[in-house]
């Protein structure tokens, strides 16, 4: 599983120009266009909504970081009768959703490059800053789980969402190194990291970099909040209306996967079990497989490398529940409970 979109090390790395991902497949799966009322569920540097707006239609931003609704004033200004932009988590983007419903919303899961490049926030490992990770600012930071979390909870958190192979090592370390001192910047956990898993030559990414993505995946709730906002979506677009979820890491895109696929009644039964009624079809994939970015987009914009794009057309059926077994990972709920 790779880190959001920028491709190992470019993650990590040194400042980069933010580029909206796949814009122009953004743009056309969305069917954005005059007359319309589109959801960016993720404004971020606000490159999907100036795009979105440039159509035509009518744009309702979210965010749950502070700096992106301070950044995004400009732009309501600039489109004060098509364009709103909240302060919220898109796990609530129904909230927000006009009568009659929506005709599109998108989703571009994960941290923006403009976070990373804030030494302050503590994305980076390369950026030397607190440990902090917190996109809204708020809750539990990176240092407070490496700090107090159980040695098996930090096995769990990196292992599962990280991939990281090397999880019970590092969490070992990790513990003995806090018994003299807590860590508290990012230099503090990637330095201990480097030397437990040290870097090979073949490596493609920064041996810190699976830890680095637990890390703020845990802390930011992600994939609870991907799995809340697929839910909430289905119950806020209009018959009719497009959901295009951007994502960068195999969890990720797994979860947006397994909804389509429930969501278009493909059953997964077995068949030596008796037949069942067959699950109604509340999105239709389109396409049927993920659209990847261009080869020669990947080659001008390192977060499009790992970009996969899916689709579905909301039909006239009532939203079904919002059961989190569909995606079938249980680790998902370990994850919650050690939440609290």
Do not use: W
């Not at 301070?70 to 909240?86: I, K, V």
């Not at 860590?183 to 810190?208: N, Q, S």
């Amino acid at each position: 599983m790779t880190d959001h979109g920028n491709g190992a090390d470019d993650a990590i790395g040194g400042p980069m120009r933010h580029i909206p991902v796949m814009l122009s497949e953004v743009l056309a799966h969305l069917g954005a266009e005059q007359g319309r009322a589109i959801l960016d569920g993720t404004f971020g540097a606000g490159g999907y909504s100036r795009a979105i707006l440039g159509t035509g239609a009518t744009v309702i931003a979210l965010d749950r970081d502070p700096s992106a609704i301070a950044g995004g004033q400009g732009l309501l200004a600039e489109y004060p009768d098509r364009f709103s932009l909240h302060h919220t988590n898109f796990g609530k983007l129904d909230n927000f959703a006009p009568e009659g419903g929506l005709d599109g919303v998108v989703l571009d899961i994960g941290v923006s490059s403009m976070q990373i490049d804030e030494a302050d926030r503590g994305f980076s490992f390369q950026r030397n800053g607190p440990l902090d990770m917190r996109m809204s600012g708020a809750g539990v930071s990176a240092a407070d789980v490496v700090n107090r979390a159980k040695v098996n909870d930090l096995i769990r958190i990196f292992s599962f969402l990280g991939e990281e192979r090397q999880a019970g090592r590092i969490a070992h370390a990790i513990d003995k190194k806090r018994l003299d001192k807590p860590f508290e910047t990012t230099r503090d956990l990637a330095g201990l990291i480097e030397i437990v898993t040290p870097r090979k030559m073949t490596d493609k990414i920064h041996p810190a970099t699976r830890v680095f993505q637990a890390l703020r995946v845990f802390v930011n709730n992600e994939l609870g909040e991907l799995v809340s906002a697929l839910f909430a979506a289905e119950r806020a677009l209009k018959p009719g209306g497009r959901l295009v979820v951007v994502t960068f890491h195999s969890l990720e895109d797994r979860i947006a996967k397994r909804f389509f696929a429930d969501r278009a009644g493909k059953a997964s039964g077995s068949r030596h079990l008796p037949e069942i009624a067959a699950a109604p079809v509340i999105f239709k994939p389109e396409p049927k497989q993920a659209v990847q970015a261009s080869e020669a987009e990947a080659e001008v914009n390192p977060r499009a490398r790992s970009a996969k794009l899916r689709c579905g057309v909301r039909t006239e059926a009532k939203a079904g529940k919002p059961d989190a077994s569909i995606f079938d990972l249980p680790q998902l709920a370990d994850i919650e409970r050690l939440r609290g």
